[in-house]
């Protein structure tokens, strides 16, 4: 019995049956097509299995998660579905032969849909070379995801001149060509998406920003990691853990920083001043120095002054104090900041570590702390910040200087206050 013969077999046997022969040719087809679903259907489960055993097999040699990135984005399961739909496109002159007026458009929505399985399917083998990639070291910290997306739009595009051409008969060439007329409208629609391309490729050639990257963009609210770069937008997770999203040209157009430089030197920054009251800075007395030369950190720096001014200064001859070469408060705490920020073992020795006084202002004059911490976490680099300041600020009243503070109106207390609410 051949093909032809069987797709008879029920044809015949309703018109034995005694129904017409319009009900036996509707009929007939109807189990036919049951029929050979179930038969295409049990040979991609049989297909399935074997492809997932082939596949295991051949990459368990490579030592690589590639086949468990192909299963979980059902390339095989894609790929059997399009190899179901082969086999039901090979049935249907077999099932319809009484119909055969029917068979082209048939043949039409099957090829549409045998068309849409081809792109679910490279769609599911591009997300899993995405996701093998992004496990590469070398991979970690590119916008792979932005290719991807880019290869599918035109993977998208090209499918659907490809079923418009299905369903009109014309040629791809001549939808292209009427495409053409109408550009400006699809460059407009496509605008945001356009401009993210052109910024993605931008941003990985110029190397601008990688995945893991901590970024500032004050337009945004952005503050913390990226997390992923796409085709549209850059997702930035903050330190609050919110996600923050950014078109991506707008990296290109607008000011950002990336802390990643910060991050590679090994040393994240602590930039800090305290206001001196101009009023207290003043000469130091020797009995003053002699105080001061019993600070450990101090004591060999004085000493050598001691030795190569102090006592050359006391051999001469001076009516008048100014004209002699002497220490300031200020100067010896200056001096006292640096050998100490010199001694802390959890700052960078050797980036830029000083401290030094700027322009004076109307809160006082700013001593400058310019210093990099070997901790790079915001967590950690806040108790070293705070214990550098604890220090100075508690050791300023033995240089006999004092900090600015704006004036206040009077001093509130419990009694005070108990008045005020009282009247």
């Known amino acids: 019995m051949d093909f ?58 490579a030592n690589t998660q590639f086949d468990d990135y192909f299963i979980e984005n059902k390339v095989i399961f894609n790929l059997t579905n399009l190899l ?3 086999i039901v496109k090979s ?36 997300n899993t070379v995405n996701s093998y990639l992004k496990t590469l070291e070398s991979f970690k910290n590119k916008p792979v995801d932005s290719y991807v997306q880019v290869i599918m739009i035109f993977v998208w595009l090209l499918g659907f001149v ?73 997702l930035v997770r903050n330190w609050d853990n ?32 305290i206001y001196v009251k101009a009023s207290s800075i003043r000469f130091l007395t020797p009995e003053e120095i002699e105080q001061l030369g019993k600070i450990d950190l101090l004591k060999e720096y004085l000493n050598d002054w001691e030795k190569n001014v102090g006592q050359k200064r006391n051999r001469e001859d001076s009516s008048f104090f100014v004209n002699q070469r002497n220490l300031t408060n200020f100067g010896v705490f200056r001096k006292y900041v640096n ?33 990099f911490s070997k901790a790079l976490s915001f967590m950690k680099i806040v108790p070293i910040k705070s214990d ?3 220090h100075l600020y508690s050791v300023l009243p033995f240089f006999h200087l004092q900090t600015f503070e704006l004036p206040s109106d009077g001093v509130f207390t419990i009694e005070t206050l108990s008045k005020g609410t009282s009247s």
């Open 91 to 126: 049935f249907v002159p077999i099932v319809f032969v009484h119909f055969k007026n029917f068979i082209p458009g048939i043949f039409t929505f099957l090829d549409i849909l045998i068309l849409f399985a081809i792109i679910w399917t490279v769609r599911s083998f591009f």
């Open 84 to 86: 179901m739909l082969f």
């Open 162 to 234: 490809l079923v418009f051409s299905l369903l009109t008969g014309d040629t791809p060439w001549e939808f292209l060509t009427a495409l053409g007329a109408i550009s400006a409208v699809i460059l407009l629609i496509f605008k945001d998406t356009i401009l993210g391309f052109v910024a993605s490729i931008q941003i990985s050639v110029n190397d601008t920003v990688r995945i893991g990257d901590w970024i500032t963009m004050e337009k945004f609210s952005a503050d913390g990691n990226v997390i992923e770069i796409n085709l549209n937008t850059v």
């Open 339 to 371: 050998i100490y920020l010199q001694q802390r073992p959890d700052l960078r020795q050797d980036l830029f570590l000083i401290c030094h006084q700027l322009e004076a202002t109307p809160h006082g004059i700013p001593l400058e702390i310019y210093v």
């Open 4 to 61: 032809e013969d069987f797709s008879r077999f029920f044809y015949d046997l309703f018109l034995k049956m005694g129904l017409p022969s319009t009900l036996s040719g509707f009929f007939s087809i109807i189990l036919n097509l049951i029929c050979v679903l179930i038969i295409a259907y049990f040979i991609s489960k049989l297909l399935r299995i074997i492809l997932v055993k082939v596949f295991q097999k051949v990459f368990s040699k």
């Open 388 to 390: 550098i300041f604890d």
């Open 242 to 273: 919110t996600v923050t999203s950014i078109p991506t040209y707008f990296l290109n157009s607008e000011p950002f920083t990336n802390w990643r430089g910060m991050e590679e030197s090994g040393g994240r920054r602590i930039k800090r001043s």
